[in-house]
């Protein structure tokens, strides 16, 4: 029999794909799905039964544009995206459908004020203060590598838990609550992955949500009473327009800092490592070339974009290419999509640590941009300025495995074999 069966000529992918776990949770199907969508539908209409329709962008310019004009295109009310079964517990125990109220979550004016209360601690000059304790850090952890031998799982030994004690540092939290902050913030971001779920439906999100505001109170109550040279103690007696900031914004924040601060970095220097791994020649470029630290860090972050999505609402009508997009309406913008985009990159899927970093996407765009981009480009070449001039030869020594999730992605286990001095 000659020519195709009507099967094969099925699209490879639907535009609702982006809501499959198994799909986005495997770097090689999440990039082609989105090389389809860029090509073939670049303003999907999606659709789906377990979640409320919306708008799915992955081209680079779109994405880049929407993203930035934020009076335009609000964060609220819907931020990420979630079943329509859990906005719906959110709302009822909450009274908003994200739950919770961070920053990113917020339009102006209230981002911008609450945004200034930590500003400050996030300038690059006040990060570059501290590249001595995260230069130690990094040593403490390659030190680790080399005292497990010559195996180890770089992500669940290493990737997972040095970005989270830069960020407890910075809270000021200490040593032991790092194991209840990395429980809370995977079952947090890793809500379709069975093995990091706290259990099945609405009522454990809405726990693990509760588990993360009494963690903070307390530390809220503490740092009143007691206060130190710490982040923990800027959040806790802030003030905005005159008033101490209320009870419900300063828990968000204290969960948007300190999730936001390590899930995402753990994930960049995993994909990180294994990114080095499949193109030794610039592995060895880093390893030599200690002047391109700074960009080869974006160019990781690029690479490994971890945070698939953010939402945004329009608040006026909109064609874009071809499709009308109406007020109220949501579009989910993919970052990963956006940083492997050939009309804005030269060879997208290429890992390249001397690109031009500052094109990358994956920190976001416009007046929610990442607060702690400085720092997450700080850990990620301080942790690999350390360990590459050290490591003699390093593979894998077993299958990685990825995160099934759609909005903050990675690999949970990355087993590698190595020689390190
Ligand atoms: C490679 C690591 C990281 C990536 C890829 C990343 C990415 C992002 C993205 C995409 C946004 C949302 C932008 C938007 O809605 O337009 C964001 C916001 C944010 N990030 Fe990061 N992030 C990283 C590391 C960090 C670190 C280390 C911190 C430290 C605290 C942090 C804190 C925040 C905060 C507080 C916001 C909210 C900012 C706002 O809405 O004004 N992030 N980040």
Redesign the pocket.
């Known amino acids: 029999m000659t020519g195709a069966t009507p099967q094969q000529q099925q699209p490879p992918f639907k535009p609702a794909d982006v809501l499959d776990a198994r799909i986005m949770g495997d770097e090689r199907t999440m990039y082609a799905l989105f090389d389809y969508l860029r090509s073939n539908d670049p303003v999907a209409r999606v659709e789906h039964p377990d979640y409320r329709p919306f708008w799915s962008l992955s081209r680079y310019d779109d994405i880049k544009r929407i993203?930035s004009e934020n009076d335009r295109f609000l964060?609220a009310p819907r931020?990420v995206l979630v079943p329509a079964a859990f906005e719906e517990a959110l709302l009822e125990r909450f009274g908003t459908r994200n739950g919770l109220e961070?920053?990113?979550h917020?339009d102006r004016p209230k981002?911008l004020k609450l945004?200034r209360v930590?500003r400050e601690w996030?300038l690059p000059r006040s990060i570059a203060s501290l590249t001595a304790e995260v230069q130690a850090l990094s040593k403490e952890f390659v030190d680790k590598m080399q005292d497990m031998g010559s195996e180890c799982d770089f992500v669940r030994d290493i990737a997972l838990l040095y970005?989270l004690r830069i960020?407890l540092s910075i809270l000021g939290l200490p040593r032991e609550a790092e194991a209840t902050m990395l429980k809370l913030t995977q079952e947090l971001f890793g809500g379709q992955d069975p093995s990091l779920q706290r259990g099945e439906g609405e009522t454990a999100g809405l726990e693990v949500l509760n588990d993360f505001g009494a963690f903070f109170s307390e530390v809220i109550e503490d740092r009143k009473k007691n206060p130190k040279d710490d982040l923990a103690t800027v959040l806790a007696n802030a003030e905005v327009d005159g008033e101490p900031m209320n009870v419900l914004d300063q828990a968000s924040y204290f969960i948007?800092?300190a999730t936001?601060?390590?899930d995402?970095?753990s994930?960049?220097i995993g994909g990180g490592m294994k990114a080095l791994l499949e193109y030794p020649g610039q592995l060895a470029l880093w390893r030599d070339r200690p002047d391109i630290d700074s960009g080869a860090a974006r160019e990781i972050?690029r690479w490994?974009?971890?945070?698939r999505h953010?939402v945004r609402t329009a608040t006026e009508d909109l064609e874009l290419h071809g499709r009308q997009i109406r007020a109220g309406d949501n579009i989910a913008l993919w970052?990963p999509a956006a940083n492997r985009d050939p009309e804005a990159f030269d060879h997208p899927n290429r890992l390249d640590l001397q690109r031009d970093p500052k094109a990358q996407l994956?920190?976001?765009?416009?007046?929610?941009?990442?607060?702690?981009?400085h720092?997450?480009a700080l850990?990620?070449s301080c942790f690999f300025r350390e360990l590459l001039p050290r490591l003699k030869h390093m593979e894998l020594a077993g299958d990685p495995e990825w995160v099934k999730a759609i909005f903050v992605g990675g690999l949970k286990s990355l087993p590698v074999r190595y020689t390190l001095d």
């Open positions: 993203g964060s931020t961070t920053l990113i917020m981002h945004r930590t996030f970005p960020i948007i800092t936001a601060g390590h995402t970095t994930a960049t972050i490994v974009s971890p945070v953010m970052y994956a920190f976001g765009y416009g007046s929610h941009m990442c607060l702690g981009q720092l997450a850990e990620v």
